[in-house]
């Protein structure tokens, strides 16, 4: 079956089973694979991206699901600018990454997260990241620069 | 993930003309507990029937002495919505409260009650408030709604359009979650309201249930004390790695007073 969505700005479209996850569609046959996948229950959040501007987990939608919609990833954030996205570049200075596995979801998920919760508190932070695991960083210095990330987007 | 025939219908009637036609069909709303059992092969639907496309079941709306909420409203709609907020704030701690950010932009709160998952958040707050599940074809009372685990009243084939809730005096819910999944170890809903006192209870047991002990005693006295010394047996009760039978009761009682306590706040 044929879906067609913009990603990233970019009009996009492809032939697919059914069964086609939003996260494979982006991963197999757009070949953004900035967009992770670290487990297949829908726990960690690794594959985040913004569907119509709200943060979903791509490995727990349907392709189909995403017709016709906005769909913007990791690669997406800076907007075709050389620049780093303010969130991407505050996790950098913070270290809110090691391994960086988790990375991808977690800017995503903060971007979402300062949209609804424009001055969150250490503690609204955690809360919201709920749906991203990181087994490197302890969180201390993802909870950083989410903040730190916010307070440069200036609140949007 | 076996293979399915995928159908997007625009309207109620179209999704019943397919799901008709199907071999064994499934609907799905946010995907977030069907796309799990499919991706682990528990279920091998001929067709799928997505019901994001169907405009009739979205919205939230004030009606009188109701706010109705569609089936396709997501729980963080629910969670961020005036209506819901001004008239049931506890309803919008619970849909707030449910899974992480990224599931509550997905699921649905017509996905979580035909699920019926014993430790889903939803089905204690439809029993808890007295609200009514609306399908494409007849009205069914919480009370007669949530039959066993995983199991409702639904026929096959039957969409849940809406579920329509009562406006209480107060009310207050209060979940221990299990930390790892956030599902209720225990949840509790209270309520006050022209139907008398409402103690629903999720988590605990095979399906959501009824405390009748402790609503007399809050119709009585609305106030936590009042129902410190009511324990509930711990015949029956779920028993898991999280917690024990009597673990599960012993929080019953306590959670139960907590949610009074909110109630009490919150109005
Ligand atoms: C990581 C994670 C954590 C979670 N934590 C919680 C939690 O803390 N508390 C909680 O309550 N839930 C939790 N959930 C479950 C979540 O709330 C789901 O969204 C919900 O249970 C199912 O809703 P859905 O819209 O995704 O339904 P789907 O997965 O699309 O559908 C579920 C079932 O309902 C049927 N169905 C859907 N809509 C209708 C309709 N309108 N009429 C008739 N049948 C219908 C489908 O056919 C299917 O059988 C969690 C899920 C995940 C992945
Ligand atoms: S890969 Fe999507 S939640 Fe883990
Ligand atoms: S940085 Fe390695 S998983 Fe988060």
């Given amino acids: 079956m044929k879906v067609s969505m913009t990603v990233n700005g970019k009009a996009a479209s492809a032939d697919v089973e059914p069964r086609t996850l939003l996260v494979e569609y982006l991963r197999d046959h757009l070949e953004l694979t900035g967009t992770h996948v670290g487990c297949d229950t829908g726990q960690c959040g690794a594959c985040t991206v913004h569907l119509d501007g709200r943060a979903v987990k791509a490995c727990s939608v349907l392709a189909g699901q995403a017709e016709g919609a906005e769909v913007t990833t990791i690669e997406g954030l800076a907007n075709g600018s050389e620049e780093l996205h303010p969130m991407q570049a505050a996790f950098r200075e913070y270290h809110g990454l090691q391994c960086g596995f988790c990375t991808p979801g977690m800017v995503m998920a903060a971007v979402d997260l300062v949209k609804t919760h424009p001055g969150a508190s250490d503690e609204t932070i955690r809360e919201q990241l709920e749906g991203n695991i990181c087994r490197c960083t302890g969180y201390e210095n993802i909870v950083r620069a989410v903040k730190a990330g916010a307070a440069s987007m200036g609140g949007q | ?267």
Avoid at chain 2, 36 to 58: F, K, M, N
Avoid at chain 2, 122 to 150: C, K, Q, S, W
Avoid at chain 2, 212 to 225: I, K, N, P, V
């Fill in chain 2, 1 to 267: 993930m076996y293979d399915f025939q995928y159908h997007r219908p625009t309207s109620l009637d179209e999704a019943s003309r397919m799901l008709s036609g199907a071999e064994e069909a499934s609907f799905i709303a946010g995907g977030q507990t069907l796309l799990q059992t499919l991706r682990q092969r528990l279920a091998q639907p001929s067709d799928v029937v997505d019901l994001g496309g169907i405009a009739e079941l979205r919205g939230i709306s004030r009606e009188g002495d109701n706010v109705v909420i569609g089936a396709m409203s997501r729980h963080n709609e629910v969670a961020g919505s005036a209506d819901v907020a001004g008239a049931i704030p506890a309803l919008a701690t619970l849909a707030g409260g449910i899974g992480d950010a990224q599931v509550r932009n997905m699921g649905t709160i017509g996905g979580s009650i035909a699920n019926n998952d014993p430790a889903a958040d939803y089905p204690a707050g439809l029993l808890g408030l007295g609200a009514t599940v609306v399908t494409n074809n007849r009205e069914i009372p919480a009370d007669d709604f949530f039959v066993d685990m995983f199991e409702t009243a639904l026929e096959p084939g039957e969409i849940i359009r809406s579920v329509r809730f009562p406006v209480p005096q107060r009310a207050g819910y209060v979940k221990f979650d299990q930390p790892a999944s956030r599902y209720a170890l225990v949840g509790v809903m209270v309520s006050q309201g022209a139907g008398g006192v409402r103690v629903a209870v999720t988590g605990a047991g095979p399906s959501v249930f009824r405390v009748s002990e402790m609503e007399d005693a809050l119709g009585r006295d609305f106030s936590a004390d009042a129902i410190a010394g009511i324990r509930i047996p711990s015949d029956g009760l779920n028993a898991d790695i999280h917690g024990s039978p009597e673990y599960r009761a012993h929080l019953v009682t306590v959670i139960a007073q907590r949610a009074v306590n909110a109630a009490l706040q919150a109005h």
